[in-house]
């Protein structure tokens, strides 16, 4: 595991955060956030198995504008 991307850096969706490699480097699989938001755990590990969790991303359900407006009512 080749981490590109910190804890707690603003990701979009797509942008490339590590590289997956096989123990002689010839085979290598990119790792791609799933969706935009905060960074907010890295499994530092050198090696990863699969279904292990790489990395940690926050998810906002609502924007500030909508919760204020719920909040109102």
Excluded: W
Aim: charged content about 20%; overall charge positive; proline content about 5%.
């Amino acid at each position: 595991l080749h981490l590109k991307i910190p804890c707690n850096k603003y990701v979009e969706k797509g942008e490339f955060l590590a590289t997956i490699t096989d123990p002689y480097g010839t085979m290598r699989f990119k790792v791609l956030a799933p969706n935009k938001g905060y960074i907010i755990n890295v499994n530092q590990s050198p090696i990863v198995y699969q279904g292990d969790a790489i990395f940690h991303i926050s998810t906002q359900s609502k924007t500030i504008e909508q919760a204020l407006q719920e909040n109102i009512k």
